[in-house]
C-alpha cells in the first residue's frame, strides 16, 4: 500500500459537467501534487498544493482548480468538462523540501 | 518550463538481455532525476532516482547515468526478465518537488 488515497476510482461524466477527485496524501507528507495522464502519454503536471495554497501551476486552463485542507487532503476540481478531459487523474504526495513523491492509484475520468 | 524527452517510446528486448532508456532536459536548475514504472492500469512506482552531484547510481539489475553538461540520463536495465515489461517514464524536477514527465517508454521483455 502506497499510503495516498485516491477517490473515486473510476468517473463517467458528460461534457459541460463538473467533477471533484479527491485524495488524502501519505502519513507525514504536506505536499499535494495532481496530475493528468491521458492514455499512452506521460503524467503532465496540472499544480500543486502546499500549506493550502496553490504553489506552482502547470499549463492547464483555470477550470481546472484546486483546494487542500488543513488535514493535507486535497480535491482536484473540473468545471464545463470536455471530451479531451478524458484520462487518468494522479495525485502524489510528498514532504516539501524532500524529494520523493508517492502516487495514489489515480482516477480514471471519462466524459462523455 | 521544464521539457523532458524521452527515448526510444518502444522497446523490445530479449530475456536476459540489457535495455537502455535515455531522457535529455531543458531546465539546467533541474537537480533530481526519478524513474518510475507503471505497469497497466498501475500507478507509477519509484524504481531508481539520481541528484545531480552524482554521476551514476546502481541497484542491482538497474542503474541510472547522469551527464550534467549535456543535459541527459538513462535507465540501464541487466539480465532482463518479463516481469521487467512496463512502461517507464524518466522525469526531472528544478525544484519544489516539481516533476515534469518524458512521454515514457514501453518495455516489452521476450521470453
Known amino acids: 500500500d502506497a499510503g495516498v488515497t485516491q477517490s473515486p476510482t473510476h468517473l463517467i461524466k458528460t461534457r459541460g459537467q463538473q467533477v471533484t477527485l479527491r485524495c488524502s496524501p501519505k502519513?507525514?507528507?504536506?505536499?499535494v501534487s495532481w496530475y493528468q495522464q491521458a492514455l499512452g502519454q506521460g503524467p503532465q503536471f496540472i499544480f500543486q498544493?502546499?500549506?493550502?495554497?496553490?504553489?506552482q501551476r502547470g499549463n492547464f486552463p483555470d477550470r481546472f482548480s484546486g483546494h487542500q485542507f488543513p488535514n493535507y487532503s486535497s480535491e482536484l476540481n473540473v468545471n464545463a468538462l470536455l471530451l479531451g478531459d478524458s484520462a487518468l487523474y494522479l495525485c502524489a504526495s510528498s514532504s516539501s523540501g524532500v524529494h520523493g513523491y508517492t502516487f495514489g492509484s489515480g482516477t480514471r475520468l471519462t466524459v462523455v | 518550463g521544464e521539457n523532458v524527452e524521452q527515448h526510444p517510446s518502444t522497446l523490445s528486448v530479449q530475456e536476459g538481455d540489457s535495455a537502455v532508456i535515455k531522457c535529455t532536459y531543458s531546465?539546467?536548475?533541474?537537480?533530481?532525476f526519478p524513474w518510475y514504472k507503471q505497469e497497466l492500469g498501475k500507478r507509477p512506482q519509484l524504481i531508481i532516482d539520481?541528484?545531480?552531484?552524482?554521476g551514476e547510481k546502481k541497484d542491482q539489475r538497474i542503474a541510472v547515468t547522469l551527464n550534467k553538461t549535456a543535459k541527459h540520463f538513462s535507465l540501464h536495465i541487466t539480465e532482463t526478465q518479463p516481469e521487467d515489461s512496463a512502461v517507464y517514464f524518466c522525469a526531472a524536477s528544478p525544484g519544489a518537488n516539481n516533476l515534469f514527465f518524458g512521454t515514457g517508454t514501453r518495455l516489452t521483455v521476450i521470453p
Open positions: 531546465d539546467s536548475a533541474s537537480n533530481y
Open positions: 498544493y502546499y500549506e493550502e495554497e496553490e504553489r
Open positions: 502519513s507525514g507528507h504536506d505536499t
Open positions: 539520481i541528484r545531480s552531484n552524482v
